[in-house]
Nanobody, 114 residues
Framework: QVQLVESGGGLVQAGDSLRLSCDAS????????GGWFRQVPGNEREFVAA???????AYADSVKGRFAVSRDNSKSTLYLEMNNLQPDDTAVYYC????????WGPGTQVAVSS
């Protein structure tokens, strides 16, 4: 059973930074892209960023220039560096393959105060 465990969230002020981590079972991502998604209660889960096996990245327009996604293939781990956080970034953040093919993990809460 593939497991995804996100960590690194917290309560910060606007302009601060956070680094999220996603630990996955071995070979979860392999040749698949790894992705970060976020969800606000009452809304659909939305795509944030993805990184392909070769390091190519893609971002939602709302986070371009502020967030950076990366992966460590040897550890089956994804990272999301979030800079200049804004209140609109407040959400529960999840990792998965991109497109999402695995069961969702518990997510990690990010709360940004103005």
């Amino acid at each position: 059973q593939v497991q995804l465990v996100e960590s690194g969230g917290g309560l910060v002020q606007a302009g601060d930074s956070l680094r999220l981590s996603c630990d996955a079972s071995a070979r979860t991502f392999s040749a698949l892209a790894g992705g970060w998604f976020r969800q606000v209660p009452g809304n659909e889960r939305e795509f944030v960023a993805a990184v392909r096996w070769d390091g190519a990245t893609a971002y939602a327009d709302s986070v371009k220039g502020r967030f950076a996604v990366s992966r460590d293939n040897s550890k089956s781990t994804l990272y999301l560096e979030m800079n200049n956080l804004q209140p609109d970034d407040t959400a529960v953040y999840y990792c998965n393959t991109n497109p999402p093919l695995r069961l969702w993990g518990p997510g990690t809460q990010v709360a940004v105060s103005s």
